[in-house]
């Protein structure tokens, strides 16, 4: 009955949801079990039983997103108005029948400037609140007493030009686990309360100042829009977070400065202070707010990481660092080897070596992996039987020319995914190369590839033979091969699609 706090239509981001069922304490679990793991398996209980559709399944076949059928949320709506255990006033419908005694309360106001909160409701008893609405109709948060949720997605009546929304008061909000705001207004956040926060995830939302002063002891989930240098805030800011497991940074699309590669010891500094300082992060991820589909960011100076001296977190399952945001390492650090519970790596090389895939083949339980290369390989890159037992996902990105691609024999034997990104494919040495620079006749599990391949005058035989290498495969994979203009749009695109395929999603969070 929870999902009733959202509209007809709305899709759900799993993990989202998850945190706000785990905040709102519906989860029992006895000491050991991961509430969070529990909380997700029921979830998929209603999809297999069909109570809620996927929407986007991850290249590991994970459910990320979902949605209610309409006859449904009518169905559960009318229990939960029967049960009180969800008033949601939507102010386009006025026929809303109240209840002075509200535990969790869903105020969807729209852009309607003269809304407001029914007086007859008793604030202190709610537990869980959403308002989504313009910041002058929100009602006072502090009188909201034992919230544990708090979701607040706010605009302001000018468009949010030199708005800012005073948020001070949520520090009076000692209860409070769970706090997402998304707003088009700057918001200023309190610095100080808040011992019990779990989740802060202010992603799509402007701080007029980060309050870093704060102590979050038990905050989990940290997803964070940065304004400035992304390894600035990084290095100065997170040791505070002791219990962090997950972190999400990513930077504003409009001020967001690179790291200067005139001052490389900084960001490498940067990086080992925010990865060895948090023992407890299990996913790490940096992006950058401009990333679209099919664009590469020109112009941007990068820092070329070298240092293989960090101390990386033991649990971390999920390391991404995305070629945007300027970190670029000059080869797989050997660290990476010792990540025996990574399952999710995306990272920027300047120089990929054979070495460098024997560091990653050590890696047990990796999944999906994203690779990005700056320079032409020298060597010729090849896979065989050993490692990469579980890996269902590969993207390998070339920004400068190619390098020779050899798949051999019961070589990722579950890899059903491949997507290729090439700069440009250049007029190749056949004595070097052959008359293709890729063999996957030996990929078993294949279902899915895609390449995309830039360059103003892509050579037209090397093109050809990548079409007829993906199109042999014995296993007929959906095939889906782009021409594109340098990564800066698409210039046309050929394609052998079936009916059903699945559009591809990157290695990142949709919430």
């Known amino acids: 009955m929870y999902l009733v706090m959202y509209s007809e239509g709305h899709t759900f981001c799993k993990d989202d949801m ?10 029992d679990t006895t000491e050991g079990q991961d509430v969070e793991k529990i909380a997700g398996g029921y979830l998929d209980q209603l999809i297999g039983r069909r109570f809620i559709q996927p929407i986007c399944i991850n290249y590991i076949d994970e459910v990320v997103s979902f949605a209610v059928h309409d006859a449904v949320h009518d ?17 386009s419908r006025k026929n809303v029948s109240l209840s002075y005694k509200v535990r969790r309360l869903s105020l969807l106001f729209g852009d309607a400037r003269y809304a407001q909160t029914p007086t007859n409701i008793r604030k202190s008893q709610v537990r869980s609140l959403r308002f989504f609405g313009l910041f002058e109709c929100m009602p006072c948060i502090a009188d909201f007493k034992l919230l544990r949720v708090l979701n607040l997605q706010l605009c302001g009546h000018r468009g949010g030009d030199g708005d800012t929304v005073d948020l001070t008061g949520i520090s009076e909000l000692l209860r409070l686990r769970y706090l997402k705001i998304a707003c088009d207004v700057s918001i200023e956040l309190p610095d100080h309360g808040l011992q019990f926060l779990e989740t802060l995830d202010i992603m799509d939302a402007r701080l007029a100042c980060v309050p870093w002063d704060i102590h979050l002891q038990r905050l989990l989930h940290l997803n964070l829009r940065v304004e400035r240098n992304l390894l600035d805030i990084s290095m100065k800011s997170l040791g505070k977070l002791n ?3 997950y972190l999400h940074l990513t930077s504003s699309s409009s001020s967001y400065t690179p790291p200067s590669s005139e001052h490389p010891d900084r960001s490498i500094e940067a990086l080992g202070s925010l990865l060895g300082g948090h023992g407890n992060l299990k996913t790490v991820v940096v992006s950058h707010g401009s990333s679209v ?21 033991p649990l971390l399952q999920r390391f991404e660092l995305s070629p945007h945001s300027g970190i670029i390492f000059s080869r797989i650090p050997t660290w990476v080897g010792e990540l ?6 995306k990272i920027a090389v300047r120089v990929l070596r054979i070495y460098c895939v024997d560091i990653l083949r050590g890696l ?3 999944t999906a992996l994203s690779l990005n290369v700056e320079t032409t390989p020298i060597d010729k890159i090849i896979f065989d039987r050993a490692g990469f037992s579980v890996l269902k996902y590969f993207k390998l990105r070339f920004m400068s020319g190619i390098a020779s691609v050899e798949f051999k024999a019961d070589a990722i034997p ?41 360059g103003v005058v892509p050579n037209a035989d090397a093109v050809s033979a990548l079409r007829t290498v993906l199109s042999n495969h014995l296993n007929n994979p959906t095939i889906n091969v782009q021409l594109v203009d340098s990564f800066c749009g698409d210039k046309s695109t050929e394609q052998k699609q079936q009916p059903d395929e699945i559009l591809e999603e990157e290695i990142r969070d949709t919430s």
């Open 18 to 27: 998850v945190k706000q069922w785990v905040a709102e304490g519906f989860i």
């Open 75 to 91: 169905l559960i709506a009318q229990k939960s108005s029967e049960e009180n255990f969800i008033v949601a006033i939507d102010y």
């Open 243 to 245: 219990n962090l497991q």
């Open 293 to 313: 589909k099919n664009i590469v960011v020109g112009g941007a100076s990068k820092t070329t990481i070298h240092w293989d001296d960090m101390s990386l977190p």
């Open 340 to 345: 025996g519970n990574l399952c999710i790596l």
């Open 364 to 366: 047990p339980a990796l």
């Open 414 to 454: 579950s890899l059903w995914k491949l997507k290729l990104v090439l700069n440009d494919i250049p007029q190749m040495d056949q004595s070097q190369h052959g008359t293709t620079f890729i063999s996957i006749e030996h990929m078993p599990g294949l279902k899915e590839i895609s390449a995309k391949i830039g």
